[in-house]
């Protein structure tokens, strides 16, 4: 079956850069994304990636995909306080494209 | 645009009792969907909806109903609320036309006792 998993929780400093991990079992899985929740509100749409690409780059973010090893991250460089937030994987298998299968969620706590 | 909005923001009912969670969306967007956020967890698919008239279970529909009669509004049904039903509750909207990202509402924080 379908499955997203994350780590819970991650601690950086302001400044450095913050990694976020998620591996996912969908090998046909058609897109993947990340989404933050910042306390109290929905989830907002960060970046993409289409399955048959390895990275993507957005100003300070850089998605990285290994599809073999089914493993997505996201970079956030010079990561601000305003970055923290708890973010969520998530991946749209492509037999139900319209959905989404979303991890559990990485809390990310910056530090000042 | 005010995209995806929902009402109420905050809920608290007593087991047995019934509510329904307003969800409207102004995107005029095909795609509608209903999740459950529980404290630690992702998000579980409770239902959706390709287009008006149509709806589908999502992984947990126990417990819940839903009926989308025009394009803007997808409204979610508690008949019996249950301690098991705490929970945020989060619509989303998505375009069925070439755009693949959900755009999600604020939430509805729902506590039964």
């Known amino acids: 079956g379908e499955d997203v998993e994350q780590s819970l929780f991650l601690s950086v400093r302001e400044g450095d850069s913050s990694v976020i991990n998620c591996t996912y079992t969908d090998s046909s899985s058609t897109y993947l994304y990340w989404y933050k929740q910042e306390p109290g509100a929905g989830l907002q749409l960060l970046t993409y990636i289409f399955s048959n690409m390895d990275m993507k780059q957005d100003q300070r973010l850089t998605v990285l995909l290994n599809k073999k090893d089914k493993h997505l991250s996201l970079r956030i460089a010079d990561t601000q306080t305003g970055d923290s937030a708890i973010y969520f994987c998530a991946e749209s298998p492509m037999d139900s494209s319209y959905k989404l299968i979303f991890g559990s969620g990485t809390r990310l706590l910056v530090r000042p | 645009n005010a995209g995806v909005t929902q009402t109420p923001k905050f809920r608290i009912l007593k087991i047995g009792q019934s509510m329904t969670l307003q969800c409207a969306q102004d995107?005029?967007?095909?795609?509608m969907y209903w999740y459950r956020q529980d404290p630690g967890m992702g998000l579980k698919l409770i239902y959706y909806?390709?287009?008006?008239?149509?709806?589908d279970k999502g992984e947990v529909p126990n417990g819940y109903n839903v009926s989308r009669s025009t394009t803007e509004d997808f409204p979610l049904r508690l008949e019996l609320a249950a301690p098991s039903q705490t929970s945020v509750y989060f619509c989303?909207?998505?375009?069925?036309?070439?755009?693949?990202?959900?755009?999600f509402g604020p939430g509805t924080r729902l506590t039964v006792l």
């Open positions: 989303a909207s998505r375009s069925g036309t070439g755009g693949h990202e959900q755009f």
């Open positions: 909806s390709v287009g008006a008239g149509i709806t």
């Open positions: 995107m005029n967007h095909n795609y």
